[in-house]
């Protein structure tokens, strides 16, 4: 594991940092939840193949949803303390070794233990206090690689929405899940390093 906290997410050299390296946030374009080569993977590498070569992540679209996700994330981080009496370090990328082929942004890491934290639009969190599972299952894909990377045991997941109780599942290594997708990884990392070079020899 190795951790870089010289920038802050969402920072210009975070975008940079992060350009043409597959992340656990979208591991789901590499693998589904069964265990499966995604049908998204050919665009991924298409996408992360142009990044590589322009040194930067495209510019994409924030909803209404996201952008109130990332405006309340250090209050659903400060709540988080508050409630576990813990402190959280916050770093920009953690990638799984000194290759930096793939890397994920945990929302903080512990001792032995990383935190994702989702501010959902209101009804979705609501469903999710309902419906635990639906939040396990929307998330899974993305934990679990962020578990991999880290090398860690557990990882809080935390849905947070101001005025309700927040939801905070403690979710731990699937290594079966974790098997699998290292397999998909290796593949999906060498076709990608023969798009690049192909696309390369093409400019």
Not at 39 to 63: H, M, P, T, W
Not at 71 to 77: G, L
Not at 78 to 86: C, H, K, P, T
Request: with cysteine; glycine share 8%; charged share 25%.
């Amino acid at each position: 594991m190795i951790i870089e906290d010289g920038f802050a997410q969402r920072s210009d050299d975070w975008f940079r940092a992060k350009a043409g390296v597959p992340g656990a946030s979208s591991f789901s374009k590499i693998i589904t939840a069964s265990g499966k080569p995604s049908v998204s993977a050919n665009d991924y590498i298409f996408q992360l193949a142009g990044e590589k070569i322009l040194g930067r992540i495209e510019d994409g679209y924030v909803s209404f949803a996201m952008q109130q996700g990332i405006d309340r994330e250090a209050e659903a981080r400060r709540f988080y303390e508050l409630v576990n009496g813990v402190e959280i370090r916050q770093v920009a990328l953690v990638y799984k070794s000194e290759a930096r082929s793939v890397a994920c942004s945990p929302d903080g890491l512990m001792h032995g233990k990383g935190l994702e934290i989702k501010c959902p639009l209101l009804k979705t969190h609501v469903k999710y206090l309902l419906y635990n599972d639906a939040f396990k299952t929307e998330y899974f894909i993305q934990v679990q690689g962020s578990l991999w990377v880290c090398g860690f045991d557990t990882w809080d997941l935390m849905s947070y929405s101001p005025g309700l109780p927040p939801l905070i599942l403690t979710m731990e290594r699937d290594e079966n899940f974790i098997s699998k997708l290292e397999f998909e990884m290796v593949k999906f990392l060498k076709e990608l390093d023969r798009v690049y070079k192909e696309l390369m020899e093409k400019i």
